[in-house]
T-cell receptor, first 114, second 116 residues
């Protein structure tokens, strides 16, 4: 079945450091790929997405590029802030209609220290 | 306006009790979901409903029973609560028409259930 693998956390960085969170997927066909972010005590919010190979999703300084050849969708940010501390989830969706669902990775906790 | 709202936000109850969590969305989406997030933050789908019809029913104890009175509401009733049911339960909604593979979900803020 479809699956998403994220790098194990937790990840601890200093403010203004470069961030990479690795995400790879296993799926047949052509999934759409997402990054969601969960701030403490809150629900998940869509951070960015890409729907086809070589698409780059970007938002709030975060970027991820859909790489079909390596089945990857790594999240990057050039300079993290304390306010970026959260849990980040990579996810994929495939197919359409009523069976539509997102498959999530296990999440990566990011802590940014001042 | 809150897009996906869940109530209650916190629920503390004793083992063996029956409880319900309610979810409502005002986005006009046609599909709603329940996810369970465990203490390690792992998200697992439990159910999905499309226009009031049960579509996804993962391996969940039959003590959990979803009910969708209309496409804007999806409630979760849990009978005979057990310690292992303690978790955060998230409701989500989405539009699943053709050509919307990149649509994603909109999540509620979660219900933290603690069984003592």
């Amino acid at each position: 079945g479809d699956s998403v693998t994220q790098m194990e956390g937790p990840v601890t960085l200093s403010e203004e450091a470069f961030l990479t969170i690795n995400c790879t997927y296993t799926a047949t066909g052509y999934p759409s790929l997402f990054w969601y972010v969960q701030y403490p005590g809150e629900g998940l919010q869509l951070l960015l997405k890409a729907t086809k190979a070589d698409d780059k999703g970007s938002n709030k300084g975060f970027e991820a590029t859909y790489r079909k050849e390596t089945t990857s969708f790594h999240l990057e940010k050039g300079s993290v802030q304390v306010s970026d501390s959260a849990v980040y989830f990579c996810a994929l969706s495939k197919g359409g209609g009523s069976n539509y669902k997102l498959t999530f990775g296990k999440g990566t906790l990011l802590t940014v220290n001042p | 306006d809150t897009a996906v709202s869940q109530t209650p936000k916190y629920l503390v109850t004793q083992m063996g009790n029956d409880k319900s969590i309610k979810c409502e969305q005002n986005l006009g989406h046609d599909t709603m979901y329940w996810y369970k997030q465990d203490s390690k933050k792992f998200l697992k789908i439990m159910f999905s409903y499309n226009n009031k019809e049960l579509i996804i029913n993962e391996t969940v104890p039959n003590r959990f029973s979803p009910k969708s009175p209309d496409k804007a509401h999806l409630n979760l009733h849990i009978n005979s609560l057990e310690l292992g049911d303690s978790a955060v339960y998230f409701c989500a909604s989405s539009y699943t028409g053709t050509g919307v593979l990149g649509y994603g979900y909109t999540f509620g803020s979660g219900t933290r259930l603690t069984v003592v």
